[in-house]
């Protein structure tokens, strides 16, 4: 009798396992639902964003994962979006899945019991990337070019991008604006140019022409401090000392204000600087030697380079005007005296500068050759001074800056000045 029994319970347990494992998804085995069911509350959601995962008909009472099968391995894969969910005592159950960094794809969203069973339907759900505007850089000045770059949106959708001066939502003809389209993937990349508007936070935005929402993004337009300089018109010349202002440089600012000689916004070896550090606004105008050796005629920036991180400047721009001489004839005969009237000339050329007539054409002042003597330079850079032409052939000649015989080095020179001697 004892023995029947166990037999007839060990076939029970068999008959019960064979069931389960041949029909587990498909028949009613204890508590579980064969027509256990999951649904969402949309098929298309977004990266971070939410979504409402409903169940029903599920195993009442049990707890278990509804999540998004990223490898589509059919069972929970560590890394895969997932929320907790209880079921009730009818065995449904609501629950918010966030859907966090997802790609872009579609996937199933499926249950996996506590116990580790996974049962019921699957839903799909596609996850879109929203359409986004990105700019660069976020905040400039008026008149600066900007980049707009659109993407994630329909492909090769044709739109309007503007910038919304007037802060309506609305494209007005004044407003900068560019007609793009987008490629087979939804990506654009554009222009605009700041408009001349007060500093603060303004949109951009891409308008579809087929009239679908737009899509936004801020930009701030900002002022950059700027540099400017004492002298009148901005004119300078080689040598002088000149005073440079910045105005609304920030407190804690540290860096060199440099003349860019060969203009590549850079300071280099060699480029007339001063080291600046300011403690408190307002800062403290700077005295700053123009250099010597600059191009009569040319502009030059004034910049700034900080010394702690990225920080933008407007420079000021000044124009080499001197130095200068005008002669009160450029032909004359000999022992005739003409005048040379010099401006902007540096101060310190009195010490040391002549001019002469360079007779035997040898580049070198002999001391049979008619000089100025030293310059008499005045406040200003200008002086006054005579030259006796001396006894020589009808010709063409040079009329050169010489240096005092003694003076080691001098970073100041003066072009020749042709002159010609007639009979
Ligand atoms: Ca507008
Ligand atoms: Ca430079
Ligand atoms: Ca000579």
């Keep these: 009798m004892m023995k029947t029994c166990r037999a007839f319970g060990l076939t029970l347990i068999f008959l019960l396992g064979f069931l389960f494992l041949d029909f587990q998804d498909k028949v009613v085995f204890g508590a579980i639902n064969n027509s256990a069911t999951l649904s969402t509350d949309s ?5 971070n964003a939410s979504i409402t995962v409903y169940g029903k008909n599920f195993t009442r009472y049990e707890k278990g994962y509804v999540y ?3 490898n589509n391995s059919n069972t929970y894969t560590k890394g895969e979006p997932y929320t907790q969910v209880s079921t009730s005592s009818s065995g449904s159950f609501t629950s918010l899945l966030f859907t966090g960094n997802i790609k872009a794809g579609t996937y199933w969203i499926r249950y996996l019991s506590s116990g580790g069973r996974t049962y019921g339907t699957s839903v799909k759900i596609t996850i879109k990337y929203l359409p986004e505007l990105k700019v660069y850089p976020d905040n400039e000045q008026v008149g600066a070019k900007i980049s707009v770059l659109g993407d994630y949106f329909l ?3 044709k739109g309007r991008l503007f910038f919304d001066s007037n802060q309506n939502k609305t494209w007005e003809s004044e407003e900068p604006s560019v007609e793009v389209s987008t490629n087979q993937f939804g990506y654009f990349s554009s222009q605009l140019t700041v408009p001349n508007v007060k500093e603060g936070f303004y949109s951009i ?3 579809p022409v087929n009239g679908s929402k737009s899509t936004s993004t801020y930009f701030k337009v900002v002022k950059y401090p700027s540099i400017s300089v004492s002298v009148l018109n901005r004119k300078v010349f080689a040598g002088q000392s000149i005073t440079v202002y910045i105005d609304s440089l920030p407190e804690f600012s540290e860096g060199y204000i440099y003349l860019d000689t060969n203009n590549n916004e850079r300071l280099d ?3 007339s600087n001063i080291h600046i550090f ?5 800062f403290n105008p700077i005295a700053f030697n123009i250099p010597k050796n600059l191009e009569k005629g040319k502009t030059y ?3 700034f380079e900080s010394s702690r991180g990225v920080m933008k400047i407007n420079p000021a721009t000044v124009e080499v005007i001197g130095p200068t001489v005008t002669l009160s004839t450029t032909s004359a005969a000999p022992k005739t005296t003409i005048t040379l009237n010099g401006s902007y000339f540096p101060w310190y050329v009195s010490t040391n500068g002549f001019f002469y007539f360079d007779s035997n054409a040898n580049g070198r002042w002999d001391s049979n050759e008619p000089t100025t003597g030293l310059l008499p330079i005045r406040d200003g850079g200008s002086f006054v001074v005579s030259l006796t032409i001396p006894n020589v052939k009808k010709g063409s000649y040079l009329i050169r800056y010489g240096i005092k015989s003694g003076v080691p080095y001098v970073d100041f020179t003066y072009d020749p000045i042709p002159f010609e001697v007639k009979e």
């Design 278 to 282: 300011t403690q408190k606004k307002p």
């Design 205 to 207: 935005y891409f308008q």
């Design 68 to 70: 998004i099968d990223l």
């Design 269 to 271: 070896g060699g480029e």
């Design 43 to 47: 098929f298309i959601t977004y990266p």
């Design 301 to 303: 920036f004034i910049r």
């Design 155 to 157: 492909p090769n959708q």
